[in-house]
């Protein structure tokens, strides 16, 4: 299964761009063990409209246009369903034994993700309860992944 993330907002060089490439390229080099290939980071520039409502569906329209059809969405958000690493593992494991071709993680801009895209998402997942600014989110999520590897492929990484 073809793993992507999507997100609004650019992550510069630095520190945060750097731990973020070290998570995804451990999963990289991991994933093809149990059949998870990352295949793509897309950064989408934030839109410069006037209002929320209208910058969440710009964000959410461009998104769309990135995302491969049929992929299975998970959208991160605060209001989400929360997930230990194990059932986080579990969850990406199931889609890619069930044959979901891709899976695509979208983080949203300042003003979150529009409800028609939050709706179209198989899963709508926090990383706590806290607000985590989006640099920080894929720092968060590709940890997340290459732990979900190591768990569904026994490495001694992820410890209980």
Same mark, same amino acid.
């Given at each position: ?9 650019? &992550?510069?060089?630095?520190?945060? $761009?750097?731990? *973020? =490439? %070290?998570?995804?390229?451990?999963? #990289?080099? *991991? ?8 295949? !793509? =980071? ?9 209002? #929320?409502? +209208? %910058? $969440? !569906? ?17 959208? &991160? ?12 593992? $579990?969850? @990406? ?7 979901? %071709? ?7 801009? *300042? ?6 895209? !939050?709706? !179209?998402?198989?899963? @709508?997942?926090? &990383? ?13 999520? #590709? ?6 590897? +190591?768990?569904? +492929? ?7």
């Amino acid at each position: 299964m073809k793993i992507g993330i999507y997100a609004v907002g650019r &992550l510069k060089t630095g520190p945060e $761009k750097e731990l *973020a =490439s %070290r998570y995804l390229d451990r999963f #990289a080099k *991991a994933g093809p063990q149990c059949g998870l290939e990352f295949t !793509r =980071s897309v950064e989408l520039n934030e839109s410069r409209a006037g209002n #929320a409502d +209208t %910058r $969440k !569906r710009e964000e959410a329209q461009e998104l769309s246009r990135q995302i491969p059809d049929g992929a299975l969405i998970v959208v &991160l958000d605060e209001r989400g369903k929360a997930f230990d690493s194990a059932e986080f593992a $579990k969850f @990406v494991g199931d889609a890619a034994d069930n044959g979901q %071709r891709d899976m695509a993680f979208v983080i949203g801009g *300042a003003d979150g993700i529009d409800p028609d895209l !939050r709706d !179209r998402a198989r899963l @709508v997942l926090n &990383l706590g309860k806290l607000t985590w600014p989006h640099q920080l989110v894929r720092i968060l999520i #590709a940890e997340q992944l290459y732990r979900a590897v +190591t768990i569904l +492929t026994g490495h001694p990484y992820h410890r209980v």
